[in-house]
T-cell receptor, first 114, second 113 residues
Framework: DAGVTQSPTHLIKTRGQQVTLRCSPK?????VSWYQQALGQGPQFIFQ???????QRGNFPDRFSGHQFPNYSSELNVNALLLGDSALYLC?????????????FGDGTRLSIL | GDSVTQMEGPVTLSEEAFLTINCTYT??????LFWYVQYPGEGLQLLLK?????DKGSNKGFEATYRKETTSFHLEKGSVQVSDSAVYFC????????????FGKGTLLTVNP
């Protein structure tokens, strides 16, 4: 049973560039959430996708956008990268309507901005 | 809004010592509470959860009890091992498990042999 998989594992970009991160949810899950974890901090919620639409959004600027595909996989796009975007980006999946079932996390993508 | 406050780290213990990591929360309604663990270079793994007041979550010797009256969810283990060294995050969700998770800042635990 495949868990949540994310790619790439590591990425280095320069300021002003754009980046796309990818996530495949755990088998049987239909909802994908993205979190940003800065060094030494807890994860911060970016947004959540269900049925190919953004359903919830945290306090992140419009430079952060996403997409969910019919197979439930998801992408996180960040435009005009800033040094402060350097972080571990975590994807979590869950099954809509299954209350009290926890979100499952991938190992994350480490994004470094030079 | 929702928030989680965790005991500041780092925490350093000797093997077989007793562990407590304090966690208190502020939330609307009746949140579900979680402890996640993050080993070096890895993502988050669910350690335990509790979904209503007075519930006790437990796993791998770790326990935490949902205390509504004190808005707390403290993590405890009677005898820690070197392999328990990791960062521990307290988290809540106040809209069902599909709602966003709100995390504390994390507590780094180091267990020495």
């Amino acid at each position: 049973d495949a868990g949540v998989t994310q790619s790439p594992t590591h990425l280095i970009k320069t300021r002003g560039q754009q980046v796309t991160l990818r996530c495949s949810p755990k088998s049987g899950h239909d909802t994908v959430s993205w979190y940003q974890q800065a060094l030494g901090q807890g994860p911060q919620f970016i947004f959540q996708y269900y049925e190919e639409e953004e359903r919830q959004r945290g306090n992140f600027p419009d430079r952060f956008s996403g997409h969910q595909f019919p197979n439930y996989s998801s992408e996180l796009n960040v435009n005009a990268l800033l040094l402060g975007d350097s972080a571990l980006y975590l994807c979590a999946s869950s099954l809509k309507g299954r209350d009290h079932q926890p979100q499952h996390f991938g190992d994350g993508t480490r994004l470094s901005i030079l | 809004g929702d928030s989680v406050t965790q005991m500041e780290g780092p925490v350093t213990l000797s093997e077989e010592a007793f562990l407590t990591i304090n966690c208190t929360y502020t939330a609307t309604g009746y949140p579900s509470l979680f402890w996640y663990v993050q080993y070096p270079g890895e993502g988050l793994q669910l350690l335990l959860k509790a979904t209503k007041a007075d519930d006790k979550g437990s796993n791998k010797g770790f326990e935490a009890t949902y205390r509504k009256e004190t808005t707390s969810f403290h993590l405890e283990k009677g005898s820690v091992q070197v392999s328990d060294s990791a960062v521990y995050f307290c988290a809540l969700t106040s809209g069902g498990s599909n709602y966003k998770l709100t995390f504390g800042k994390g507590t780094l635990l180091t267990v020495n042999p």
